[in-house]
């Protein structure tokens, strides 16, 4: 029986019911439902809607469903349209003519609504832990990097060199901004909406303040249509994992070519590897890769929603169950992807020396020749030039750079110095820059932004 059929002459259509349900994938927010649930239950008793006695037979019967479900002996019915339904039907059977006044002043648009806030809220949580796990690790593989450096680049060629955990850092700051989005996310998904009803709030004597508190929100609705209607929660945490997806992908690019050959910066464990079906040599990337790719679903489930809200007249409507499966994806894919790049960062062999003699070009230092001219008074664009000309003529000649500078009037033995191998990325001294100094000072804010982060999602 639908929850509906007092209007209907005659039962709903197999191609409906298979059309319409979500209990395929609205399963995982049974927990919150009975959550919600039993909020409302003790909401309809201080009310005096319910007697203190009906009342604990609908908490017992609740507590029953979630124990079934717990332990999978819940029977769904082919009629369970979605998991709110599946649970009324079981705490009908179980209550006897109690249960059916389980969902007196409440609606299934406000009690869905209520549930995906309550899930969001904490899976939100979960995986901003997970994303400052990942940043642990860069954290520890900064630590451990010591003075190793490796070249920086711009468009992907040879631009100065930078400290290995300058570089890992970079990855590390972007992930502190992911948990500060998903915290604040997270925030606008505190409100509660039960109480909203339909859309127009209740002829009855609800306390929504009082099943808000209960459930642990910071708030209530404001306005019931909106309530009920709102899903921009669902669009804000799509956008927040998209990133954090896209930064996972950027990782994950970058590990792509340091295992490669060519550049040979990096050896994968094996145990986050893996192997080809034909060429018995093969170690492949498929962790960073997969990280790339599914960048492109993430945003996919974060445009389709939109594309579902857009056109959406006031307040609820059957589009808006469209919400979940992409949230759904989206946290479980993060998830994984969040997962298995700490686990391949933690156990990742990076060859210093690799990245070292890749930095060592004679090249590597001309911004500093050029600097070092400016402090002796030269317009920068002119020792810029002076510079150039320089590797030019290196290059063109096939004559050592070190050669032309020493031999160069405006610079000599003293300028020569700066091309030591190792010394130019010792001289980024500004704040926030990629030498040794500013990274020691990052190194501490990053471990104190790292906790305090935790400490936010703990409060
Ligand atoms: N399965 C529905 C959803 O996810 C629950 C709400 C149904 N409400 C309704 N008026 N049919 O949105």
Known sequence: MTLWHGRFGEAPAEELLD??????????????????????????????????????????????????????????????????????????????????????????????????????????????????????????????????YLPGYTHLQRAQPVLLAHHLLAHGWALVRDVERLVDTRRRADVSPLGAGALAGSSLPLDPDATAAELGFGSRFANSLDAVSDRDFVAEALFDLALIGIHLSRMGEEMVLWSSEEWGFATLADAYSTGSSMLPQKKNPDIAELARGKAGRLIGDLTGLLATLKGLPLAYNRDLQEDKEPLFDALDQVGGGLRAMTGLYATVELDLERMRSAADTPAAAAVDLAEWLVERGTPFRDA???????????????????????????????????????????????????????????????????AAKRRLLAG
Not at 23 to 39: I, K, N, V
Not at 409 to 416: E, V
Not at 427 to 447: H, I, K, M, N, Y
């Open 19 to 148: 059309y319409t349900a979500s209990l395929p994938f609205d399963r995982r927010l049974a927990g919150d439902d009975l959550t919600g649930s039993r909020a409302h239950v003790r909401g309809l008793v201080r009310a005096g809607l319910l007697s203190g006695d009906e009342g604990s037979i609908l908490l017992a019967a609740l507590e029953r469903v979630g124990t079934e479900i717990g332990e999978g002996s819940f029977s769904f019915r082919r009629s369970d349209e979605d998991i709110h339904t599946a649970i009324e039907r079981r705490v009908t059977e179980l209550a006897g003519d109690v249960g059916a006044r389980l969902h007196t002043g409440r609606s299934r648009n406000d009690q869905v609504a209520t549930d995906l806030r309550l899930y969001s809220r904490r899976e939100l949580a979960a995986v901003a832990h997970l994303v400052l796990d990942l940043g642990e690790v860069l954290l520890g593989r900064a630590e451990a990097a010591d003075d190793a």
């Open 384 to 450: 810029h030039a002076l510079v150039g000309g320089l590797v030019r003529d290196s290059l063109e000649r096939h004559v050592p750079l070190a050669e032309l500078v020493e031999a160069h009037p405006a610079l000599g033995t003293a300028a020569l110095e700066l091309l030591a191998p190792g010394l130019a990325v010792t001289r980024r001294r500004t704040p926030g820059g990629a030498g040794p100094e500013p990274v020691a000072t990052q190194l501490v804010a990053f471990r104190s932004e790292l």
